[in-house]
């Protein structure tokens, strides 16, 4: 094989292959609690020791040990250990050490973030179904009912005050029957003196045809108090069993 041939091949690997590291997607551990789920940078702590640092939560697969000082960026928390990304001897390194590794976090820190967690889960389920909740925020409310017909604001001395309303749409079905092709089909079972098969006969006459169409089955009134759902209005028609959802505020869980 021609030797310039060579060194052109190997050229071209070396340029793709991190193109398709790039676009490998991260690898997520169930139960664990990322703060990007909560538009949160990751956050910087300083180490209190040069630490050893694990390729999986449960710290068996050793990855090398985190130089010492330095300040780490924690990614997730799952348990008593997180996800961080800093410097170890050989290089950078996305691994998981014990929370016990990092300086103090903030007071409460965990607990916080545990309930934020929960709240995130009840709002997702409650998008998922295209539902609203007191306590939402004008993002979520976005996300489940998408943008509104209407929208009015005011400036009060507590804050913005906004009304969004929303006209509910339920599918009805409308047939029509119209000149067209019919086809019979007709199993034979078959005798003594004559085979199984299926006979197929073909006429004309009406067909039917089915359609549904989108009409208003109500309205929705969303009232929001500085980006917080602060109470709904449905009308009976579109109401769904009448009971309303409420669900925490966000919580702060840092800075």
């Known amino acids: 094989m021609n030797p310039r041939a060579v060194w052109v091949v190997s050229t071209l690997f070396l340029v793709t292959l991190p193109l398709v590291q790039a676009s490998s997607p991260i690898v997520r551990v169930p139960g664990a609690i990322y703060l990007s789920d909560f538009e949160k940078n990751p956050l910087e702590k300083k180490l209190v020791r040069a630490a050893r640092c694990f390729f999986d939560p449960q710290l068996t697969r050793y990855a090398g040990t985190l130089r010492f000082p330095q300040t780490v960026s924690v990614e997730a928390f799952l348990g008593d250990v997180c996800r961080i990304r800093g410097n170890a001897q050989q290089g950078g390194v996305a691994a998981w050490i014990p929370i016990s590794e990092l300086e103090p976090l903030p007071e409460n820190f965990l607990v916080n973030l545990q309930k934020a967690e929960e709240r995130r889960a009840e709002v997702d389920d409650l998008i998922s179904r295209n539902e609203v909740a007191i ?121």
């Open 135 to 255: 306590g939402m925020t004008a993002d979520e409310v976005g996300r489940s009912l998408g943008r509104p017909q209407k929208t009015t604001k005011r400036a009060e001395k507590d804050g913005l005050r906004e009304v969004w309303e929303y006209i509910r749409y339920k599918l009805v079905p409308q047939t029509t029957f119209g000149p067209g092709v019919t086809q019979t089909v007709v199993t034979m079972p078959g005798g003594t003196n004559a085979p199984a098969g299926t006979l197929v006969t073909t006429g004309t006459g009406l067909v039917a045809n089915t359609i549904y169409v989108k009409v208003p089955a109500g309205t929705l009134t969303v009232t929001l108090e500085n980006g917080i759902v602060e109470s709904m209005e449905q009308s009976e028609e579109s109401s769904r069993g009448g009971k309303v959802s409420i669900v925490v505020p966000p919580l702060e869980v840092y800075w």
